[in-house]
């Protein structure tokens, strides 16, 4: 059974940082690349963060680059979203994904196989 567990979210102000943590139960994970995807009310899921099966090569999308930043700790099956200097735009259902997708495709929801349930980040002014 797979199972990707997220935690780590929660009710900051503006500036502040969280750090979301998620636990994948997959097997052969170094095979996956991993993601964070959110989606916020009334808007489509929309890609954060990946990182390469050997965590080598990470992607940010343009509107959090400098300010978070993706690891994953295959000995302890996790993957983990440092964030920082959170802004309002940030607030949304933060969500963890697997894919074998290829590299080209990481930016894409569909590309995913497997997602956890979501935890909710909320940035207030």
């Known amino acids: 059974q797979v199972t990707l567990v997220e935690s780590g979210g929660g009710l900051v102000q503006v500036g502040a940082s969280l750090r979301l943590s998620c636990v994948v139960s997959?097997?052969?994970?170094?095979?996956?690349?991993l993601a964070w995807f959110r989606q916020a009310p009334g808007q489509e899921r929309e890609f954060v963060a990946a990182?390469?099966?050997?965590?080598?090569?990470?992607r940010l999308a343009d509107s959090v680059k400098g300010r978070f930043t993706m690891s994953r700790d295959n000995t302890k099956s996790t993957l983990y979203l440092q964030m920082n200097n959170l802004q309002s735009d940030d607030t949304a259902v933060y969500y963890c994904?697997?894919?074998?997708?290829?590299?080209?495709?990481?930016?894409?929801?569909?590309?995913?196989?497997?997602w956890g349930q979501g935890t909710q980040v909320t940035v207030s002014s």
């Open positions: 990182v390469s099966r050997n965590g080598g090569t990470t």
């Open positions: 997959l097997r052969n994970l170094n095979g996956y690349t």
């Open positions: 994904a697997a894919s074998r997708t290829i590299w080209s495709q990481v930016e894409v929801a569909t590309s995913y196989n497997y």
